[in-house]
C-alpha cells in the first residue's frame, strides 16, 4: 500500500493519470465518440460499394438504350409518356 502511495505524491504520475483518463472519458474525441465515428465510416463505406455498383449497372443500362434505337423509343415511351405528333396518349392508372 505504501508503494502506490508513493506514486500518488508524484506530480508526473497524477498528471499523467488524469490526463489519460480526460482523453478517454471527457474530452469530446474520447473513446465512445471515435467507436460511434468508426461504425458511421464503416456504414459509409458499405453504402459507397452498392452506389458504385448501382453506377456501373445504370452506365450500363445507358450504353444499352444508346446502341438500340427501338429499345429507346421503348424507353421514351414508357417512361416518359412521349408519343408521335399522329398518335394519341392515354394513359390508365390501376386503382
Not at 471527457?26 to 464503416?42: E, G, H
Not at 429499345?71 to 386503382?95: G, N, S
Request: hydrophobic letters at 40%; charged letters at 35%.
Amino acid at each position: 500500500m505504501g508503494k502506490y502511495l508513493k506514486y500518488t505524491k508524484n506530480f508526473y504520475f497524477v498528471f499523467t493519470a488524469l490526463f489519460v483518463l480526460w482523453m478517454i472519458f471527457i474530452d469530446s474525441n474520447d473513446i465512445f465518440s471515435q467507436f460511434k465515428l468508426s461504425t458511421k465510416v464503416r456504414e459509409l463505406e458499405n453504402q459507397k460499394e452498392y452506389l458504385l455498383e448501382r453506377k456501373a449497372k445504370i452506365k450500363q443500362d445507358r450504353e444499352e438504350l444508346m446502341s438500340n434505337y427501338e429499345l429507346l423509343e421503348k424507353f421514351a415511351r414508357e417512361r416518359y409518356l412521349m408519343k408521335k405528333k399522329t398518335e394519341d396518349l392515354y394513359v390508365i392508372i390501376p386503382e
